[in-house]
């Protein structure tokens, strides 16, 4: 991936619903500080999350969050992530995303690019063939309230940006259970059957336990 882009001149998240993230505490050390951007030609606004400890502030992700009037115009994306860019998060990453999908209502999705620094696991076990919740990402968007994944890229001529993970918060109660009922059968696959030579394999299972533990959480 190139480098950053920061289109436009930024603001305080003063009286923006991404305000609800400004000050959240991450861990004992870490603090979260938001500023919000332009839009872009779809109307979606550019945001940037900032990790703060008393080190000062690094950038954490650069987003855009869309608000419309159907369930499905509602989403918020991470088009760079960069929690892994210098080694394992240090704080806890599901308390994150566990934020991020507060921010989304029923219906609406949640995005993450798996291109940046850091992400690799996420790749290599994506280009294996796994579902997406056999990986780390995978296993945080189900975190963050997520039923439905799927492995995201779009051909729109130069302008879908980086490979990315793409998960639904379900509509209503009966939809999540059915989608939930799915995954679990498709992950409780994955870890029973044999695992085939190479690195990543045993991974992807890991996720994949991981993963089925928590769904079972939410079904009987």
């Given at each position: ?82 929690a892994h860019a210098h080694g394992p998060p240090p704080f806890p990453e599901h308390?994150?995303?566990?934020l991020l999908g507060k921010l989304v209502p029923p219906g609406g999705s949640l ?87 190479g690195p990543w394999h045993p991974r992807a299972h890991l996720w994949a336990v ?11």
């Amino acid at each position: 991936m190139g480098p950053l882009n920061f289109p436009g001149q930024w603001a305080e998240a003063n009286d923006h619903p991404l305000q609800f993230l400004d000050g959240r505490l991450l861990g004992r050390r870490f603090r979260l500080r938001v500023l919000v951007g332009q839009r872009n030609r779809v109307g979606a606004q550019y945001f940037q999350l900032l990790l703060e400890n008393a080190d000062g502030p690094r950038l954490l992700a650069l987003g855009l969050w869309h608000k419309g009037p159907f369930p499905s115009h509602n989403w918020l994306e991470l088009v760079r992530y960069l929690a892994h860019a210098h080694g394992p998060p240090p704080f806890p990453e599901h308390a994150l995303f566990a934020l991020l999908g507060k921010l989304v209502p029923p219906g609406g999705s949640l995005m993450v690019e798996y291109e940046s620094p850091g992400l690799e696991e996420t790749r290599a076990i994506l280009a294996l063939g796994y579902p997406p919740a056999c990986t780390p990402l995978g296993h945080l968007l189900l975190r963050a309230g997520c039923a439905t994944l799927r492995d995201w890229y779009i051909s729109e001529g130069g302008a879908e940006g980086p490979r990315k993970l793409q998960g639904f918060l379900p509509l209503n109660p009966e939809i999540a259970a059915r989608a939930r009922e799915g995954l679990r059968d498709v992950l409780a696959a994955v870890v029973g059957r044999p695992l085939p030579p190479g690195p990543w394999h045993p991974r992807a299972h890991l996720w994949a336990v991981r993963s089925l533990r928590f769904l079972q959480r939410y079904l009987p």
